[in-house]
């Protein structure tokens, strides 16, 4: 099965930290991880994306585990903005022919 | 800069009858990929089309077409619909001019099927 593994929902404090994990136990070494995410009544919006190496963008960060077959994408402050459905995604290109979206976790925030 | 839209925003339709969605990429992208949502579920990846052409395939059958024209446009035709049919449909564009190919989301199409 090519879909990742996310817990269906996760909760969070306004101007905390969260920290979203992902399952991709059947990772090969070509392949990308992406997240997306999107918001209520839209369509998904790109996040991050990384190979190999923990990777750094203004929205998150993206902490990949050494052996590849998890990954935790880390808002460093979350706001009501943040509230969404979050997909992680894992393809052996860039070119999004591939994207396998699996349910996702979505992402409460409380103010 | 315009983002990716798609027309029309709601649509209903009949089982057996077929519907046409359109998608105007964002400017500059030559890709473009179709994917369903059914409810409370991700996306699916129907197909993508590069320079008019169908560039990759998802497991839907070939009453799921589509068409890309000259100025990148793109449009989702799906024949004898079916009540299972009934979902939100996305397009996305990108393009492969760039190291990675961030795909750009329109809103999406509702396409109810009774």
Redesign the interface.
């Known amino acids: 099965d090519a879909k990742t593994t996310q817990p269906n929902s996760m909760e969070s404090n306004e101007e905390e930290p969260v920290h979203l994990p992902c399952n991709h136990s059947t990772i090969s070494g070509t392949d990308y991880i992406h997240w997306y995410r999107q918001l209520p009544s839209q369509g998904p919006e790109y996040v991050i994306h990384g190979l190999t190496s923990n990777v750094n963008n203004r929205m998150a960060s993206l902490a990949i585990a050494e052996d590849r077959k998890s990954s935790t994408l880390i808002l460093h402050r979350a706001t009501l903005r943040d509230a969404a459905v979050y997909y992680c995604i894992k393809s052996r290109d860039n070119y999004g022919q591939n994207f396998v979206f699996g349910p996702g976790t979505r992402l409460s925030v409380l103010p | 800069e315009t983002g990716?839209t798609q027309s029309p925003t709601h649509l209903i339709k009949t089982r057996g009858q077929q519907v046409t969605l359109r998608c105007s990429s964002q400017s500059g992208h030559n890709?473009v990929?179709w994917?369903q949502q059914a409810l409370?579920?991700?996306?699916?990846?129907i197909f993508?089309y590069y320079r008019e052409e169908e560039?990759?395939r998802g497991n839907f059958p070939p009453r799921f077409s589509g068409l890309q024209f000259p100025n990148y446009s793109s449009e989702l035709n799906v024949n004898a619909l079916e009540l299972d049919d009934s979902a939100l449909y996305?397009c996305?564009s990108?393009s492969?001019a760039y190291t990675?190919?961030?795909?750009?989301?329109?809103?999406?199409t509702r396409l109810t099927v009774l």
């Open positions: 990716v890709t990929s994917y409370g579920q991700g996306p699916q990846f993508q560039n990759g996305l996305a990108s492969v990675y190919n961030e795909q750009f989301f329109g809103p999406g």
